[in-house]
């Protein structure tokens, strides 16, 4: 394995998230009864034509403005033909020739090992627009395949990467990257269940230090980051095998078995279509003027790494926990809003967000927090719990308790803290006074102090924080209680 | 009822001398009578027609009626008319039920006109005699046992014949101008993109163009009118005001440039044929028009440029003919492959089949370049020479077809002979400008069609010459024996 290098490539195929398909006006919504959103053009029926979404189109510009791409000023599109019952007119409408989008480069960060991190760009080449095709249904026909044609029309860009990556884990890396870009920029749900997000992977290997690429293979329906890592590893290990073996690799697309973990032929490169594609002629060439490109580089977001770079800056926070907090716009919203309405400290709202609200929205088992826990906790909400470790209302260990109850649907801070009496002690006599009694109570263990057993302290503060149900201020009972220990 | 042009069918409708009902009932009868000779029709929709018309004469009692409601027409069976059968010539489609209105049907409609039924046609306009419909061929009302062009053959057969007083027609390398000319009619293709596609059932998409057939210039004029202007369901319509065609035929043509293309009037053309358009030339002349030679030097690579750029997309536009949702599928088949193949090669006749042969060929890998790549080269140096010439005159003249129509049989066995057709008309698709055919004589009691080509989106002008010809001249007006 150690002489040998992986050479990979991706093409993903991102459904844009326009209500509309990309050629019509049927609807693009996911789920519906089979057949439901197919008008006379997703059916291909004679004489009807295909009208370019303008949204569609918008959000393809958009993406490759997001990796620094050439947006084509002219692209064309082009027929695909191939015969297959869920591809109703017999070809697919996608570019060929003339993209939208070319050129563009995607950063990615490595684990390297030591528990740091490395950077590496990898090229995007092209990005185009096409038309997803329907789906055939092969279960539940007794023999027959039902056909469903609600997904085809839906406008998708199939982005398509430079042979740059070297390993399943750089694959996942770049998906992962890829993915949380598209949603980011709004352009796509990601739903990889639903099919919103489809990887192939194009993988070869070769003896390292050779210049020459391998053939290659390319691995269909991986559509998770965990089945792309097993597919292309999978891959990966059998090619070197053949090889090692005496064998050749052939051009081949092989399919992935989640069952399984393997990969097999589906079919070999002489057996492939001749897919006779030509510029459409329905469709006039798609002209984006300098003006039009300008207004939507305009209207970009912040994109992830500039954001990600930004709370580092802005609010001190260390590279990983910056990271986690840009993952999603959603979250890095929710974490701004709450440093803004707590008024607390930047860091202190990020170890909350981090370890306190997602902590328990993985426990809760709610996978898309962004959408569910939120609703749950709303920013404002966690903002006026901060607010109050901030203000010494209650102490951060308090503060737990009363995320606890917030979680279980108790009410906002204030609501919670008044009804458990939860306010902090601040007033120094009464913490004086539990000091006092504390002692009384155990002149055994003071004596041994005094004599310079130090490490009782802890058991006097353990004391003095029982007596007080906890709501006594951790730095007033330290020092009022060294002073008074000390006699 | 039948010899009157659609303005005194108008008038004669707002002035109440006849009803839609009547005038349709008429058309019907005549239709009954007559087609059995002809087959002009595929599908007569006599009901659909009546009720029409009675709506019709509603709007004409209620005052409310245009230039054209309440007139009669044939929609060739190329354009979808929802609820009825729009088979477009081909087995393929037999029973296919259109599920909705191309976008002219629905325009005309609008306008308050009556239609008949669906005209006969070559199956998917892939013919120059129509004889390859599935329906079998059309006769020539001038000579029954003659084609009467194609692939619009039932279109003009019908209007010829008066079993229609005007009808629409495609054309996509000659398919309104050469059944016109073969059947005394005057049938114009506007500019590419002037009309719209939607609804229309595709041969070569960057080429149809519809269009009408009518017994004269100033018929096809209104007709025109009421089909143009932009649609936002087809991308390759072009967003532009249209012209008043009808308010433009009074002008003069003094001073109007008509320029002879050389190449139009070299070996090939039909002695016969050449005196009618050379005496035409003379009436231009006589009303005022200066006339010029001028030089379409890549003409003559029309036929064979048009040959790989249609077949190309032919091919593409017809595969979504597979069996699988709507059109023919064949029986007992057990494979998918199986059901392609079968349910194709059942469906579609042979000169169908033919074309979607040379399309795929032209456009498979390692032949793209060599074929369809040439090809849209060569059509832009013809677009080119068309720029030219328009640079130094007003409107091109030439003939529409080599000779008067032949007879049936005669080229089906030569495919070649029978693309020859197409010869005159084809360069106009190619470049995209408006070209029209209007009747200018008699070659062995046969008629003889001269061709306009104009401008982009010269429709007006070259109308209004066609007018002024027929205003000097009386070809237009002669009927085939047995059905005045």
């Known amino acids: 394995m150690t002489d040998w290098e992986a050479v990979i490539g991706l093409e993903v195929h991102c459904q844009l998230l326009t209500k509309s398909k990309i050629f019509s006006g049927a609807a693009t919504a996911y789920g519906a009864e089979p057949n439901t959103q197919a008008d006379g053009v997703t059916l291909g029926f004679p004489g009807v034509l295909p009208v370019l979404n303008g949204e569609a189109l918008r959000m393809a510009v958009t993406f490759g403005l997001a990796v620094g791409a050439q947006v084509a000023e002219r692209c064309v599109f082009a027929r695909k033909h191939y015969f297959y019952p869920d591809l109703p007119k017999g070809y697919q409408i996608s570019q060929y020739e003339l993209p939208i989008v070319a050129k563009g480069t995607l950063d990615i960060e490595l684990d390297d090992g030591h528990g740091g991190v490395t950077h590496k760009t990898i090229g995007i080449t092209r990005a185009h627009m096409e038309e997803d095709a329907g789906k055939s249904l092969h279960e539940n026909y007794s023999g027959a395949t039902g056909i469903d044609l609600n997904r085809a029309g839906t406008p998708l860009i199939e982005i398509v990467s430079e042979p740059d990556i070297r390993s399943a884990a750089e694959a996942v890396a770049y998906l992962k990257k890829l993915h949380q870009l598209v949603v980011y920029l709004g352009i796509c749900d990601g739903n990889m269940q639903e099919g919103s997000f489809r990887c192939d992977a194009n993988v070869s290997v070769r003896r390292k230090g050779e210049a020459k690429f391998g053939t290659r293979t390319e691995t269909k329906n991986v559509n998770s980051f965990r089945f792309v890592e097993k597919a292309i590893e999978y891959e990966i290990e059998r090619q070197i095998e053949v090889i090692e073996g005496g064998g050749r690799i052939i051009q081949e697309t092989r399919l992935f078995n989640p069952d399984t973990g393997e990969t097999k032929s589906m079919r070999v490169k002489e057996d492939a279509n001749d897919y006779r594609y030509f510029p459409d002629p329905d469709l006039l060439p798609v002209v984006c003027s300098a003006d039009y490109i300008e207004r939507i580089r305009e209207l970009l977001p912040e994109l992830p790494d500039t954001k990600k770079v930004r709370f580092q800056k802005n609010y001190g926070l260390a590279a990983y926990d910056a990271g986690v907090l840009t993952g999603s716009r959603e979250l890095a919203d929710y974490y701004e809003e709450v440093v803004k309405l707590s008024g607390a400290d930047a860091k202190l709202c990020a170890n909350w967000v981090i370890t306190d609200l997602l902590g328990a929205l993985n426990k809760l088992g709610k996978e898309k927090y962004v959408d569910s826990g939120f609703v749950t906790i709303p920013a404002s909400m966690l903002a006026g719990l901060l607010k109050r470790i901030a203000d010494k209302t209650i102490s951060g260990k308090i503060a737990k308790e009363v995320f606890e109850a917030m979680i279980a649907g108790e009410g906002d801070a204030d609501a919670i803290i008044k009804a458990k009496g939860l306010v902090q002690i601040t007033d120094e006599s009464a913490i004086i006074s539990a000091i006092d009694k504390v002692m009384a109570a155990s002149p055994g263990q003071l004596a041994e102090y005094r004599s310079g057993k130090d490490k009782l302290f802890g058991f006097f503060v353990g004391q003095v924080m029982k007596a007080t149900q906890g709501k006594a201020n951790p730095d007033a009972v330290n020092r009022l209680l060294k002073e008074k220990l000390a006699g | ?484």
């Open chain 2, 1 to 484: 009822m039948h010899t009157l042009s659609l303005k005194e069918l108008s008038d004669g409708l707002k002035a109440r001398r006849f009803s839609s009902r009547e005038l349709t009932r008429h058309y019907l009868d005549r239709i009954g009578a007559h087609d059995r000779a002809l087959n002009s029709y595929i599908t007569v929709t006599a009901e659909r027609a009546l009720a029409q018309a009675d709506a019709a004469d509603a709007r004409l009692a209620a005052g409310e009626a245009g230039a054209l409601t309440g007139i009669p027409l044939a929609q060739k069976d190329i354009f979808c008319t929802a609820g009825v059968r729009t088979s477009c010539g081909s087995k393929m489609l037999d029973k296919f039920v259109a599920p909705y209105d191309a976008t002219i049907v629905r325009k005309l409609d609008g306008a308050g006109m009556v239609m008949l039924g669906k005209a006969n046609m070559d199956e998917f306009a892939m013919g120059s005699s129509n004889e390859t419909s599935f329906y079998g061929p059309v006769k020539n009302p001038w000579d029954l046992e003659r084609v009467p062009g194609g692939s619009s053959g039932g279109s003009v057969a019908a209007v010829a014949a008066g079993l229609a007083p005007v009808a629409t027609a495609t054309d996509t390398g000659g398919s309104i101008r050469q059944p016109a000319a073969l059947t005394n009619l005057t049938g114009i293709k506007p500019t590419y993109g002037r009309v719209s596609r939607y609804g229309m059932i595709a041969f070569a998409s960057s080429l149809d163009q519809a269009g009408v057939v009518a017994r004269s210039a100033q018929d096809a004029a209104l007709v025109l009118q009421a089909m143009s202007g932009f649609d936002p369901l087809d991308s390759t319509s072009v967003e532009r005001p249209v012209d008043d065609y009808s308010g433009a035929l009074g002008k003069s043509l003094k001073g109007l440039r008509i320029g002879l293309p050389k190449e139009y009037f070299a070996e090939g053309l039909d002695p016969g044929a050449r005196a009618c358009i050379e005496a035409a030339v003379k009436v231009y002349e006589g009303l005022g028009a200066s006339v010029r030679e001028v030089s379409l030097p890549n003409a003559p690579l029309s036929v064979p440029t048009y040959y790989v750029v249609a077949p190309a997309e032919a091919s593409s536009n017809l595969a979504r003919f597979d069996g699988v949702r709507y059109g023919h599928r064949a029986e007992g088949v057990h494979t998918l492959e199986e059901l392609y193949k079968r349910s194709r090669g059942e469906g579609f006749g042979a000169e169908v089949q033919r074309r979607i042969m040379i399309g795929t060929y032209v456009l498979s890998h390692g032949y793209y370049d060599a074929y369809y790549l040439k090809a849209q080269k060569v059509r832009r140096l013809i677009y080119d020479d068309f720029r030219r010439a328009f640079g130094e005159v007003d409107l091109v003249l030439g003939p529409t077809a080599q000779s008067v129509a032949f007879k049936l049989g005669d080229k089906t066995d030569d495919p070649v002979a029978m693309y020859l057709n197409d010869i005159y008309t084809i360069a106009a698709n190619l470049a995209g400008i408006p070209a029209m055919s209007l009747p200018c004589g008699f070659h062995q009691g046969l008629p003889v069609g001269m061709q306009l080509m104009g401008n982009f989106f010269d429709e007006a002008r070259m109308l209004n010459a066609a007018h002024q010809y027929q205003q000097a001249t009386d070809f237009h007006r002669q009927w085939p024996k047995g059905f005045e």
